[in-house]
């Protein structure tokens, strides 16, 4: 299926990499609970076109230089796990009652859920390693097939997104009717993205 190996394997794989807990799945939950589906569905736009920059940017080669470049790769690591550090510490900081820590306006879920999808390089590295193992090396249409991988993460990253957006609006619902839950829950939602940017600098 131009160039494609194993179609069915890829979406497989791609879904299972969706369900790994991490940045993007908690900036969903994050954003739903505090702006409802607009907002979680603003968040999932926002990922779903950090996706594509960074797998296109894969396509492109440039997985190869960051990985030839440890100065760029350590400064791309670095400015991500900054930004996931200080959202997580404007959460930790936050007051029982205060207002929401992300924006309001729906392109602001969007744009945080974007950087934060684009500031994490080992995704770039992740769809460097991917891609060929689903692409023919003689059959392989160029663009068509790359484009072909683009598109399916694409949707199965929407998809997915609504899923999530969904079924955390239906929860957050409830969770609103006893405040000190949701305040626990922004607590430990603060908590991990501040772990996720140590950790992306520990991992180096």
């Known amino acids: 299926m131009l ?47 950090g996706d594509q920059v960074l797998s296109w940017l894969a396509v492109a080669g440039v997985a190869a230089v960051l990985s030839t470049s440890p100065t760029a790769f350590a400064a791309v690591q670095w400015v991500g796990a900054a930004y996931l550090a200080w959202l997580g510490v404007k959460m930790l900081l936050a007051k029982l009652g205060a207002a929401p820590i992300l924006n309001i306006k729906p392109y602001h879920y969007l744009r945080q859920a974007f950087l934060i999808t684009l500031l994490n390089p080992k995704a770039i590295v992740f769809y460097m390693a991917f891609f060929p193992l689903f692409i023919d090396p003689v059959r392989q249409q160029g663009l068509l097939t790359f484009g072909l991988l683009a598109f399916t993460i694409a949707a199965l990253a929407f998809m997915y997104g609504l899923i999530a957006v969904l079924l955390t609006h239906f929860f957050a619902e409830r969770m609103r009717r006893n405040p000190k839950a949701g305040f626990l829950l922004e607590k430990l939602a603060g908590l991990c993205l501040l772990g996720f940017g140590v950790r992306l600098v520990l991992s180096r």
């Open 3 to 49: 160039g494609v190996t194993d179609y069915g394997a890829f979406v497989v794989a791609f879904l299972i990499f969706l369900l790994i807990p991490g940045p993007g799945n908690l900036v969903l939950i994050t954003s739903t609970s505090k702006g409802g589906v607009r907002a979680g569905l603003a968040a999932t736009v926002g990922i779903v076109l």
